[in-house]
């Protein structure tokens, strides 16, 4: 069900078989009948690792989602909140609980708190007189999600706001838990790096969790070789300028949510004849994202400027396969052509979503004002014109931009400035509160606390030199046969993928001066192993390094990683941990204060 | 931009801005039609069966069987449309398909962290921990919720924090003393368990005096940060406040005080408690700020009310005519002085609601002020108000015309506003630059600025160009042949 899980070079669909099982036994523990109530935004991550099928199969007839006062009828005999660990959804819970009809039959409740349970919620629930309705209060470790083949995530969308500003570690040490989940699965991970002070957390909590539990030898065999911590406020950057691969692009425009999107319907009407006269659906187009459609799988990591020729390539081979049943004549060749039919047709169909997805992109980055913030942003991270008020900024403003778009900008500027002058910045400032209200101070205030807008202290502007040493900013860049990773932002290499590939090659030794400007410590660890664990490599064989992105990843890293895994000299393939996965909207999102 | 010609050009032409365009005209647009028509074309010849075992996924793209459909599914609201019984078919139809795979690993998670109760000696990771192999540490489940309580007196403070771990309920009253209480948060603390520090927090909370806590917390930053999130959380707004004073953390404080505002609804109310957070300890810059938006909204609230009134007793032209939309109440600044040129554009200063008012109050930038100014008046068509906005005289009476924005802007937004070509060329006209002039003037059909500017730069071809983009046998284009065919003029092509 899950295949494209286990095409990597690291068998995921282990981890996703482990958390299904866990489901299944907490299922059966509340024998009967069954109705799940379920904190909506959890419905997408479970999605991820179970269908309703499975659920079924365990006697849950009935799912709701949560809702205030009263519960919908069911004839059950257990209801299980399915719900994160958050004070407001005590309060719905116990509403339910409370408004329960005492003349119907007696139902039991439980309670399965994702991935933690919670001892602040449970107090809550007690002051709220409801905590000893619950029959079971449990916890369903579900850290990391299975997304892909090479792809793990957390999705907790929070995670960058209390660790960078909350200063609540609650996230790493699931993050921590997580990776433990991950060695008792596929072995002790020889060696730790790291860099920043999150990091730095992670190992020290992995270090001790390990150290509690000696005694038990794990006996797995590695599969990973390394795993490289990394801070988000290490590189600040990246996330804020816009993604231009094909992924990157789907996900900044239309939001790709647990590998799904949604699209304007009107682009995928399937044209037949004789249904003219119906309707156009007005519910928005769902399409899973993964790589388990072939085509997907390839363009997904590319420049969208090369995904173009692809599509128009598998339109080609696609009509030529079709056309092959006019040379099928004997029954033979009639039978194998129709035996491949399913899977021509599966292709046509991915063909033409991609192709209209191309479209609907096209639309955008070909619009003026794209390309106008496209040049801003690439001015800014090649170090043009950091340390003044922009023009296009300013217009942004004045045009009232949505001011997501501006904040993103004016934090790009800052970090490629290493903070902005005292003037330009106090500008901006006012601009922002001016017109879209003075509300926006605490916005303003929790970007500066996240470093992503600030003063420039010291006069000093280090960007510069980490770019240079870096090589973050490539004027050569090939979009369609990409020779370095700046391709994911047609120029710009992300820093943080960037830190990955000198950690494989020459070391982070040949840095350490641009290592000691970027915030946090940065470390390395051993976990020792016995020596019947040790690995012999074989001459050629690549090591595999788990990169762990505290407080988020963009896709256009992913594919950063991507294509320096599938580099044939690389010596190094990458599998890709995060909180959450994230884009410049969303992470502003997060960091935007709102009502209570 | 203020680079010199020579830059511009080799701005444009240097290959470190990419621009994101399709190079050549065999380009992915054309590529991507082909690619459409090609998969158009196949779907005729394939009969288009949605019912096939590819599109297991309901128009709205829920999957069939997936959790989030289901929830619809079983809640059952559907069924009664065509869509809802199609979906049900297909469901049945799958669940019988996908029967599920037996998990091929024995291995649970919650194996990893159990005692030896399944069979099979995987070493688990808890087994470290346990003093009696076959308990659970995990809450057992399955049996009377009383019953995993623990009562026993006896564990250091470090067991303790260990058990809270594990999800135990245990009870911290034992702990009496102060040095117990600090070493349990110590414990805490040196798990990294937020979740568990938080608990020994509440603990303490309830427990300790307001000042002990906080002088205590001061040294153990970790455990500040983590009560700071929890009273953040809970909305104790008034602990809060007394910690960050405490901890002399002021402009935390006034952060944290000003952000209650958020959540009063009432205009009246939350501006008196807007009047409370003026004397805060901001920064400076900041401080002015909250000033600024305390006098916005009292301002608001007085235009509100008269404003309501007049257009609710319909006597007043401009409220008839364009209704107002929304209250301006918790609006903007820019958007409050867009509506005061709108409805209240003529006033004399002294009223609240002029926009001459609203500029001096709040210091607006005239380069602000002109461009809201101009997008009102523009809005309702009134040339005159836009025409008066860019006028000056100076000492003489000669009016001049100038623009604080620059006329390009001036152009753009009027045209936004879809304005006449004769009050557009009139603007485009006062554009400076001529190579932005020759554009706009291209770009919005302003036909004589673009014949006048190509005669004036004696730029032949370009004229040329021109005559085919005009109507055949309209006025410009035999403007234009007159041109041409004129001898007065020495082209330089």
């Known amino acids: 069900m899950a295949a494209h899980l286990s095409y990597g070079r690291v068998n995921l669909n282990v981890l996703r078989e482990a958390v299904r099982r866990e489901l299944r036994e907490f299922l059966d523990k509340c024998a009967g009948s069954k109705a799940i109530v379920w904190d909506e935004y959890l419905t997408g991550p479970f999605g991820l690792i179970a269908q309703y099928s499975l659920l079924k199969e365990h006697e849950v007839e009935k799912m709701f989602t949560l809702k205030g006062s009263r519960l919908p009828a069911a004839d059950v005999k257990n209801i299980i909140f399915f719900v994160r660990p958050r004070l407001e959804l005590m309060d719905i819970i116990a509403e339910n609980v409370l408004s329960e009809d005492r003349r119907g039959p007696a139902r039991d409740f439980h309670i399965l708190f994702v991935p933690r349970r919670s001892l602040l919620c449970e107090q809550r629930l007690k002051d709220l007189g409801v905590l000893g309705s619950f029959i079971h209060r449990e916890e369903y470790s579900l850290d990391l999600i299975p997304f892909d083949g090479d792809l793990l995530s957390m999705e907790s969308e929070g995670a960058f706001k209390e660790c960078y500003l909350d200063g609540d570690q609650t996230s790493l040490y699931h993050a921590a838990k997580g990776l433990m989940t991950l060695q008792a699965l596929y072995g002790t991970i020889p060696q730790i790096f790291g860099k920043g002070e999150c990091a730095r957390q992670v190992a020290n909590m992995m270090i001790r969790m390990k150290r509690e539990f000696t005694g038990s030898q794990n006996s797995v065999f590695p599969v990973f070789d390394n795993l490289l911590l990394l801070d988000r406020n290490v590189d600040l950057l990246t996330p804020l300028a816009t993604q231009l691969t094909y992924e990157g692009l789907i996900d900044e425009i239309y939001g790709i949510q647990n590998s799904y999107v949604k699209l304007p319907p009107e682009k995928f009407v399937p044209k037949k004849q004789g249904d003219s006269g119906k309707e156009l659906p007005t519910e928005a187009k769902k399409l899973q994202l993964n790589s388990a459609e072939e085509l997907y799988a390839e363009i997904r990591d590319k420049n969208f400027n090369a995904v173009g020729s692809v599509l128009s390539k598998k339109a080609k081979i696609i009509s030529a396969a079709f056309e092959e049943r006019h040379n099928a004549k004997t029954v033979g060749e009639i039978k194998q052509f129709v035996s491949q039919l399913p899977h021509m047709q599966a292709a046509r169909g991915s063909l033409a979503n991609h192709t209209s997805i191309a479209e609907l992109i096209k639309d955008v980055t070909t619009s003026e004002d794209f390309f106008d913030k496209l040049t801003v942003e690439q001015e800014f991270m090649s170090g043009i014109d950091t340390d003044k008020v922009n023009n296009y900024i300013e217009d942004c403003i004045a045009q009232k931009h949505p001011l997501i778009k501006v904040l993103r900008l004016v934090c790009l500027q800052s970090v490629c400035n290493s903070g902005l002058k005292q003037k330009v910045l106090d500008y901006y400032k006012r601009e922002v509160l001016q017109t879209y209200g003075y509300e926006h101070i605490l916005t303003l205030h929790n970007l500066e606390k996240a470093g992503l807008l600030k003063p420039q202290t010291g006069g000093r502007n280090s960007y510069p030199t980490i770019r240079k040493t870096l090589r973050l900013w490539m004027d050569d860049v090939n979009e369609q046969n990409p020779t370095d990773i700046s391709y994911v932002y047609s120029g710009y290499a992300p820093l943080s993928v960037r830190l990955a590939q000198l950690l494989s090659r020459p070391g982070w030794r040949s840095i350490e001066e641009v290592l000691r400007i970027l915030p946090g410590p940065h470390f390395e660890e051993r976990q020792p192993l016995p020596t019947g664990l040790q690995k012999k490599r074989q001459p050629g064989e690549n090591r595999v390094t788990l990169v762990f992105f505290l407080g988020g990843v963009t896709f256009a890293e992913i594919a950063a990683l991507r294509f320096l895994s599938q580099l044939e000299d690389g010596g190094t393939e990458y599998v890709i941990a995060t909180t959450k996965l994230m884009n410049g909207n969303s992470w502003m999102e997060a960091l935007m204060e709102k009502p209570f | ?493």
């Open chain 2, 1 to 493: 931009m203020n680079r010199t010609k020579g830059d511009e050009e080799e701005y444009w032409n240097s290959s470190k801005f990419k621009a994101f365009t399709f190079d050549d005209e065999d380009d992915e647009l054309s590529q991507l039609k082909e690619s459409k028509r090609a998969v158009n074309s196949l779907r005729d010849f394939v009969d288009d069966d949605d019912d096939d075992e590819l599109e297991r996924v309901s128009w709205s793209g829920e999957p069939v069987g997936s959790i989030s459909w289901s929830i619809k599914e079983t809640a059952g609201h559907s069924g009664s449309t065509h869509e809802g019984r199609e979906q049900l078919k297909s469901r049945n139809s799958f669940s019988s398909y996908a029967q599920l795979p037996k998990p091929s690993s024995t291995y649970s998670l919650s194996s990893f962290f159990r005692g030896r109760t399944r069979p099979g000696s995987f070493q688990s990771l808890s087994d470290a921990l346990s003093d009696t192999p076959a308990k659970s540490y995990a809450p057992e489940l399955g049996r009377p919720k009383g019953e995993y309580r623990d009562y026993s007196n006896d564990w250091s403070p470090s067991d303790t924090v260990r058990r809270l771990r594990k999800g135990k309920v245990c009870s911290l009253e034992r702990f009496r003393s102060l040095q117990d209480k600090l070493q349990l948060l110590e414990e805490a603390e040196s798990m990294h368990d937020g979740n568990v520090i938080t608990a020994v927090l509440i603990f303490l909370k309830r427990t300790l005096s307001k000042e002990i806590l906080f002088r205590e917390l001061e040294v153990r930053q970790v455990a500040l940060r983590h009560l700071i999130h929890f009273l953040k959380e809970i909305g104790d707004q008034k602990l809060l406040i007394d910690l960050f004073r405490f901890l002399d953390r002021t402009e935390e404080l006034a952060l944290s005080h000003y952000r209650e505002h958020l959540n009063i609804q009432d205009p009246e109310k939350r501006k008196e408690f807007l009047k409370t957070c003026i004397s805060l300890p901001f920064s400076a810059e900041d401080s002015a700020h909250i000033q600024d938006h305390y006098t916005l909204l009292e301002r608001q609230i007085i235009i509100e009310a008269n404003d309501r009134h007049l257009e609710s007793a319909g006597q007043t032209e401009i409220f008839r005519k364009h209704p107002r939309k929304a209250s301006i109440l918790n609006m903007p600044l820019v958007t409050t002085l867009f509506y005061s040129c709108f409805y209240h554009y003529a006033e004399a200063e002294g009223t609240f609601s002029s926009p001459i008012n609203l500029k001096k109050t709040f210091k607006i930038p005239d380069k602000q002020y002109v461009l809201t100014a101009l997008a009102a008046r523009a809005k309702l068509r009134a040339w005159h108000d836009v025409d008066a906005l860019f006028t000056t005289k100076n000492w003489l009476g000669y009016t001049k015309k100038r623009a604080p924005i620059g006329f390009h802007r001036v152009v753009e937004i009027l045209h936004k506003n879809s304005a006449p070509v004769q009050i557009l060329q009139e603007y485009v006209n006062l554009v400076e630059d001529v190579d932005t002039k020759l554009n706009l003037a291209t770009k919005f059909k302003c036909h004589d600025v673009v014949i006048d500017t190509c005669r004036d730069l004696k730029d032949r071809q370009q004229l040329l160009a021109y005559r085919s983009k005009v109507d055949k046998g309209s006025a410009e284009e035999e403007k234009i042949d007159a041109i041409l065919s004129s001898l007065q003029i020495r082209w330089k092509n």
